[in-house]
């Protein structure tokens, strides 16, 4: 069986939620915990493009490449 759900994403008070929640066709309420976890790329102290970039280096991408 596949299930498709409706769903939408709102900013809402408290009072508008309660008023939601109250709704016939409402059958759940979920909150969503978004969290950023890289706000911004590290500024790049090379313009060589033969480096390792900034995010397979916080990865230690290198050093797994380097048991290969």
Do not use: C, H, K, Y
């Amino acid at each position: 069986m596949l299930w498709l759900p409706n769903q939408i994403a709102a900013r809402l008070s408290p009072r508008m939620l309660l008023a939601l929640a109250r709704e016939p066709g409402v059958r759940q309420i979920r909150v969503e915990r978004f969290q950023r976890w890289i706000t911004t790329a590290p500024l790049q102290g090379t313009s060589d493009p033969l480096s390792t970039p900034w995010n397979l280096r916080m990865v230690r991408a290198p050093e797994a490449w380097a048991v290969v």
